[in-house]
Nanobody
Framework: HVKVVESGGGWVQTGGSLRLSCTTP????????MAWFRQAPGKEREGISC????????DYANSVKGRFTISRDNRKDTLYLQMDSLKPEDTAVYYC?????????????????WGQGTQVTVSS
């Protein structure tokens, strides 16, 4: 059964914005450290941001720093990724991931539950 679900992908032009959402219907969201990953064609999966359940710690990959913002709304049990100033190189399948441990890791091997992915395409 599905434990993690992403949504919000789509097509935008360079410089545009999208907001991704993630829910965890099969998990207790409030005690799950959450992260966003992406995988472009022919490339390895990249951890781009994470948010701890335990504290307010967050982390970003340099490739998205200053343009993307991760946030979590524990009252709505929803994780968000606000993506601004999008570039063609941001084109990828974006995945939401969850783990029980509190550390804000961007390593894919640390995560136990994954969404199905949502496609983000940024055109020139």
């Amino acid at each position: 059964h599905v434990k993690v679900v992403e949504s919000g992908g789509g097509w935008v032009q360079t410089g545009g914005s999208l907001r991704l959402s993630c829910t965890t219907p099969g998990l207790i969201f409030g005690t799950m450290t959450m992260a966003w990953f992406r995988q472009a064609p022919g490339k390895e999966r990249e951890g781009i941001s994470c948010a701890s359940w335990f504290d307010d710690s967050i982390d970003y990959a340099n490739s998205v720093k200053g343009r993307f913002t991760i946030s979590r709304d524990n009252r709505k049990d929803t994780l968000y990724l606000q993506m601004d100033s999008l570039k063609p190189e941001d084109t990828a399948v974006y995945y939401c991931a969850a783990r029980r441990a509190s550390g804000c890791s961007r390593s894919q091997s640390d995560y136990t539950d994954w969404g199905q992915g949502t496609q983000v395409t940024v055109s020139s």
